[in-house]
């Protein structure tokens, strides 16, 4: 796991919004104190480009969903000691792979005068279902300090801790009011993943899994605890089948839900 002591880093972009890359441009003073800890090879949204540079880190933002990124991915990994997935689109395939369970062809023509000339693969997927992936950063987006902790971490040699906790243990932390309990507000938090600081349900609002699945989510309970607050299962499934939909967990919560609809 140990690095050299101004390791080489590259941020690439793949089929996504850029909000990930964003995370990193938006750490402002401490991302110029990491450019100097380190030395940024390609990072297009901050200036370097050099897609093809040897890297000893390189994170990955977005899924893979053209031919084209399935050809760099594997580039990518070959040119790199290390490889972090960042974001909801590079660990789960994203927004985009809500196309997986239905009929992409058919939404493209839909939308595209000349769809023949949109160059995309039928399914959207995550970059561990093409390559080795050392380390994923869930959410959309990731968090800055999120981000430079894993830094930080490699600096010092020693691996990213990997919070797989559940959102509802950061609400408590932080003694926020449960909007599940005080209001009835159906919320995703006892089966997502921390690493947000509980933004949502600091706001007053639910949170809609967008750091997917948490380790042992019970994802049984909490559709039983939704359809108690009156959602139907197609609903259920929506709330499932969302930023995170490819996620394991989550997939298998959305069909359970969906194979109740249709019984
Ligand atoms: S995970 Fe979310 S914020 Fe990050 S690139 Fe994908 S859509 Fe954008
Ligand atoms: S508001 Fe949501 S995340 Fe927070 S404790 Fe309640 S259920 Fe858990
Ligand atoms: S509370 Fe949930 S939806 Fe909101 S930022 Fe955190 S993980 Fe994402």
Known sequence: MGVPTRPRVAVHKFSSCDGCQLAFLNLGEDLLALAERVELVHFAEAGPLDPDAEADVAFVEGSVSTPADLERIQRIRRHSRMLIAIGACATAGGIQALRNGADGAQWAAQIYSHPAAVASLE??????????????????????????????????GVAPRDDADKVCSECKRRNFACVMVSRGIPCMGPVTRAGCGALCPGLGRDCYGCYGPAENANTDALAAQFGRQGLDPSAIARRFRSINSQAPAFLAAADKARMQRDE
Request: proline letters at 9%; aromatic letters at 6%; one cysteine or more.
């Open 123 to 156: 399914r959207s997927t995550p970059i561990s279902s093409h390559v080795a992936v050392d380390f994923e950063l869930w959410g959309c987006p990731v968090s800055g300090p999120q981000i430079l902790a894993v830094v930080n971490s490699l600096l010092l």
